[in-house]
């Protein structure tokens, strides 16, 4: 890290990164898989799941941040579902308004950010221990994190799989589309994918030495 | 921290106290988000389905909903629930207020997952003159050809769907047959290598109309203003 | 038109598996696949949750569609859907001990596997009866041990083979359920008859 170790209270540049790149939720930790491989058919479907995502990650942050002295140890983990269910209950209705077409090629998916891994563990690990400008932050990397894990995934697989890129054609006629990689095990195939890239990428930084760079 | 150092359980009061503020701050802004997007999201299902139902009646300027039940037909209102053995179906209206026709939707299990198509239905020729896609997960590049097919579309321009004489089931049953092979006005002729998703379609529409006509046609002039 | 209690199973089992066609319930899937003897408990714990959750949703959904707060939905889903998970968990450690030793750890961790949570919304979205709802939740429930089983059978067969150290872990488990989505896609078309 180029950034001087301030003190853990202080709001570093790596409280937003943190999500973005060293603890990314799609390619690092492995969190909220289920959204990610089953919206990512297309570039634009990945990309608004991810601002949904986003967007209840930070407001759920903030308000479990701003009530986090209020809360007793107890009904803690209650305090914060009802919390994240409202906010995604919001969404849902957000979404339904700006676009019926996103709504149902999102489908069941919306209503499933209440159980994405990513939320819930960012209000028990972070926004219930830290004050509401710090949560808001983390919670902007790790959603930003998610959002571009989702795109990565949902760009490969519809320029692989239909030859397309937000709905624009990329080849010419006489790509035929490897129409595996929308259907449901092109989705793994697409992850495991980019997961080997970065172990790949890994393993060749830690052969040449990789405190060089970095 | 300047609690006492020996553990303490907060008293339920205030865990109960907690819990109707944070539920009464949720309750709020759900309620807030209810109200404020409803008009919004009516005005877009209302877009949503004018734009399907002229698809298939090629025409239409206006859309208004109806469930037909074995008593009759009785128009409803947007999100009301179609009663008991009811079907729920759309008349379509051109821009003079004429009966332009009727689309109802067909499902029945394809490929992979059930298939839900929307069908317009011509009152004069009585017959079905064209098909929209609602919903389905059928495999890209081989089941998807029942919207992209220009000869699997082709039977939707005149699918004959005549009652009999006593107005209780069709006078011949829709029905799909091998690709090549079509002879009456009444049956479809499937695309070669997406056998299952065109009899799927056809299957759909058969049980739809054979349901949903009998209880119709007799009403058919309560329709027109 | 309404499927059959059978349709629904078959294909909530085989053709549209919840793990490896709907994507619901990776998590676990990927996190608890690695051996066969906690694979087969988690999956028989989750399918039990799944009923339970089932019948809680049918009847909450009847409740809200009664007094018209389909806005509350979600919400109530999920806090219902926990509470009931806690409930069954203290009954069944008061009244068969030898059942919750078996399946009692993993209780907490099904309550936000989505695959759950998942049953409970797609039945109220697809309108199922009570009876479609149970064949719905059990063959989900069948499909998601199924699924589990075989991914961890695979993993602990691959403990012994000879795998490149880049490939090891998250990328070949993926890859693995890749292919086994790839096979379950054969199921394809089971259950359209004629």
Redesign the interface.
């Known amino acids: 890290m180029s950034l001087p170790n301030q003190a853990d209270q202080g709001i570093t540049f790596d409280t937003f990164m943190e999500g973005v790149w060293r603890q990314n939720p799609v390619f690092v930790m492995m969190l909220g898989m289920c959204p990610t491989l089953a919206v990512t058919v297309s570039a634009v479907n990945a990309l608004s799941m991810g601002v949904a995502t986003l967007f209840v990650l930070v407001s759920s942050s903030l308000l479990i941040s701003l009530i986090r002295n209020l809360v007793p140890k107890e009904v803690r983990i209650a305090t914060f579902i009802v919390i994240i269910a409202t906010f995604v209950t919001l969404t849902d209705y957000l979404i339904q308004a700006v676009s019926l077409t996103l709504y149902e090629a999102l489908g069941a998916f919306i209503q499933l950010i209440v159980v994405n891994c990513i939320i819930l563990g960012r209000a028990e690990a972070h926004a219930s221990k830290n004050p509401p400008l710090k949560a808001v932050i983390n919670a902007l990397g790790m959603g930003t994190g998610f959002t571009i894990g989702l795109f990565a995934l949902g760009a490969t697989r519809e320029i692989f799989g239909a030859g397309k890129l937000f709905g624009m054609t990329l080849f010419g006629d006489q790509f035929q589309p490897w129409v595996v990689m929308v259907l449901p095990p092109g989705g793994f195939f697409v992850l495991a994918a980019w997961l080997l890239l970065f172990s790949l990428l890994r393993s060749k930084s830690a052969t040449e030495g990789g405190h060089a760079h970095d | 921290m300047n609690q006492p150092s020996q553990i303490q ?2 008293s339920g009061g ?2 109960i106290a ?2 109707v ?3 009464s ?2 309750g709020v ?3 807030g ?2 109200e ?2 409803a008009g ?2 009516a005005e ?2 209302r877009i ?1 389905l004018e734009r399907a139902v002229f698809k298939v009646l090629p025409g239409a300027a206006g859309v208004r909903e109806y469930a037909a039940t074995a008593a009759g037909i009785q128009p409803l209102a947007a999100g009301e629930a179609v009663p008991a053995r009811g079907v729920r179906f759309y008349a379509a209206y051109d821009a003079a207020g004429v009966l332009k026709g009727i689309a109802a939707e ?9 298939v839900r198509v929307l069908y317009g239905y011509d009152t004069k020729c009585q017959c079905i003159i064209g098909i929209g896609v609602v ?1 389905m997960r059928e ?3 081989i089941g998807d050809k029942i919207i992209t097919d220009a000869a699997f579309l082709k039977n939707f321009e005149a699918l004959d769907v005549r009652l009999n004489s006593d107005l209780s089931a069709l006078t011949n049953a829709v029905r799909v047959v091998k690709h090549g092979t079509k002879m009456n006005a009444w049956e479809i002729d499937a695309i070669a290598g997406a056998t ?1 998703t065109s ?2 379609v056809g299957r ?1 529409i058969n ?2 109309a054979q349901k949903l006509l009998p209880m119709l046609v007799p009403h058919i002039a309560e329709l027109k203003p | 038109m309404t499927e059959s209690l059978s349709q629904i199973f078959i294909s909530t089992l085989l053709t549209n598996n919840f793990v490896l066609a709907m994507f619901l319930g990776l998590c676990p899937f990927l996190g608890v696949s690695g051996r066969l003897s906690t694979a087969f408990p988690m999956g028989v714990a989750t399918m039990f949750v799944m009923l339970v959750a089932s019948l809680c949703a049918y009847g909450l959904n009847m409740l809200l569609g009664y007094f018209h707060l389909e806005f509350l939905r979600l919400i109530s889903y999920i806090v219902v859907i926990a509470s009931c998970v806690q409930l069954v968990e203290m009954v069944m450690k008061k009244y068969s001990p030898a059942l919750f030793r078996a399946l009692g750890i993993y209780l907490p961790l099904i309550t936000t596997n989505c695959a759950v949570l998942g049953v409970a919304l797609f039945q109220t979205a697809r309108e199922y009866d009570f009876s479609q709802s149970m064949a719905f939740s059990f063959g989900g429930g069948a499909g998601f041990t199924l699924a589990l089983v075989l991914m961890a059978s695979l993993r602990e067969r691959l403990q012994l083979a000879n795998v490149p150290t880049l490939v090891q872990g998250t990328a070949l488990t993926l890859i693995l359920a890749g292919l086994l989505s790839l096979t379950f896609m054969g199921f394809a078309g089971l259950g359209s008859l004629e």
């Not at chain 2, 067909?106 to 059930?114: E, I, N, S």
């Open positions: 359980t907060p205030k865990m907690t819990m503020l944070v539920a701050i949720c802004l759900i309620v988000a209810f404020g997007t919004a999201i877009n299902k949503m067909a499902g029945a299990k394809g490929y992979a997952d059930t919903s495999t890209p590049g299952v009899k799927a759909g049980d739809s």
